[in-house]
């Protein structure tokens, strides 16, 4: 039976790894999460027969069947806008989890273990603490629970103090074999709880993509860490699978907004500005939707630009509708996508794909930047700082040397947007005051129904 029990965990971590690989492409990604899926289907099952297994299987099937059931109702439910809070609530949950596997081996107290699996088990029940607090936050914050920061005098210098107590405990449990009380275990998890929402409040809003990924890679790492102290093939590779993936994805990220990850965990948004930003002059200028849609209808090419707003609107059907009858009048459409558009890693192509958008009118920044001086209109739906161009001008804004979508390279951009207002992480927008740009405002999916509308009667 062990054999079997083994045999299946490589086979669910093979499932696991062809999973990932087939969910790098939009067009293989329904596939990898279904491999995905049977490989934990696979797992779960499996474990059942487990030769560690005894009496527990009320309580497991307990457990499998409410969170079962609490997964799948709000899966049904949840709006794609509130996907990545969502996100961010499931992965804190799977670095609980390797937190709580930690704190049963830990309770244990006793020496049947030795330095090197009490080490681990204690790293991991930390990266793990650390990822459900830090998690939760996210979801706080994303969600609009709480406010966006949360900044007080030395809080660095505190957060440092907090985390280094945490590591001497840790060092304590981990190599005083059975010499520890209950009373510390609970301090030392009480302490990295403490710290993941430590590090997490002073974070902006504009950062949580990053914050997401980068707790998505420590929930990896707790479960690889735990998978090991158990013995468990599965549980290490699919642990080193997604560490490893939420490791990359951060680093990507991070480039994508031109900001070391130390930048984005332990300074403000905008601390690496070093003096007063410029000054944005000139005006917004106003356009109507019948005028935006005669420019579009008789255009050669139009590229779009999708941002959080056209989420929020939940517009993005309206969208292809309209770009599906500029098609059939001869105008060349293609989506541009930023790395870090909407609020978590490939938001607006899951939207997107939602609205039935063909995957080869879609490109990212590297492939569409230089198409936008050949563009007629470049129309901008929601978004905001990636099309700032303060991030290639300005050596004082917080986002100087991001890359950017070169929307107003285009011959015109138009900027469908709520209000005049600044965009989620407070910056003014040089491109709403640029001399070929013009405001249509509104609701993303009123003002696109309206200019479906202005196409439709030419």
């Known amino acids: 039976m062990n054999i079997i029990v083994d045999g299946s965990y490589f086979i669910a971590a093979i499932l696991f790894i062809l999973g990932l690989k087939q969910m790098s492409s939009p067009v293989t990604a329904r596939r990898g999460i ?56 499931y992965n804190g949950m799977g670095g609980g989890a390797a937190a709580a596997i930690a704190t049963v081996v830990l309770m244990q107290n006793n020496n049947s273990h030795d330095v090197t699996h009490q080490a681990l088990a204690v790293l991991g029940a930390l990266i793990g603490a650390i990822a459900f607090s830090g998690s939760m936050i996210a979801f706080a914050k994303l969600q609009g629970i709480m406010w966006k920061v949360y900044r ?142 005669v420019m579009m209808a008789f255009a050669e090419k139009v590229i779009i630009v999708p941002g959080y707003g056209m989420a929020v609107a939940q517009a993005q059907h309206k969208v292809w509708e309209m770009s599906k009858l500029l098609q059939e009048r001869g105008v060349t459409v293609k989506f541009a996508i930023h790395p870090v558009a909407g609020r978590m890693p490939g938001h607006m192509n899951v939207l997107l794909a939602e609205a039935g958008v063909p995957y080869d009118i879609i490109y990212d920044l590297d492939e569409i930047n230089e198409e936008f001086a050949t563009a007629d209109v470049s129309l901008v739906i929601g978004a905001n700082d990636v099309v700032n161009p303060a991030a290639r001008t300005d050596t004082n804004s917080p986002i100087y040397g991001m890359p950017i979508l070169n929307a107003d390279y285009a011959k015109n951009t138009i900027v469908i947007k709520r209000g005049k207002g600044t965009g989620f992480s407070g910056i003014e927008n040089q491109l709403f005051f640029a001399d070929n740009t013009r405001m249509l405002y509104g609701d993303g999916a009123a003002a696109t129904n309206e200019l479906i509308s202005g196409i439709k009667e030419l």
Do not use: C
């Open 34 to 89: 279904i491999w995905a899926g049977v490989g934990m289907l696979l797992a779960t099952i499996i474990t059942y027969f487990h030769q560690d297994i005894h009496h527990n299987y009320f309580w497991m099937t307990l457990a499998i069947g409410i969170g079962g059931a609490i997964a799948w109702v709000t899966g049904k439910k949840v709006a794609m806008t509130d996907m990545p809070q969502m996100i961010a609530l």
């Open 152 to 293: 007080f005098k030395n809080q660095q210098w505190i957060n440092l103090a907090v985390f280094l107590t945490t590591i001497m405990i840790g060092l304590h449990l981990s190599f005083s074999g059975a010499d520890y009380g209950m009373g510390l275990l609970v301090f030392f998890f009480a302490l990295a709880l403490a710290f993941g929402i430590m590090m997490t409040i002073p974070i902006g809003g504009a950062d949580m993509p990053v914050v997401i990924s980068l707790y998505n890679a420590f929930t990896g790492l707790a479960v690889g860490f735990e998978g090991y102290v158990l013995g468990n093939p599965a549980m290490m590779i699919a642990g080193i699978v997604v560490g490893s993936a939420g490791t990359l994805l951060t680093q990507l990220m991070a480039k994508a907004m031109n900001r070391p990850i130390t930048n984005v965990l332990f300074s403000n948004f905008g601390d690496g500005g070093t003096g007063e930003a410029e000054k944005v002059t000139g005006s917004m200028k106003e356009i109507e939707a019948s005028d935006v849609a």
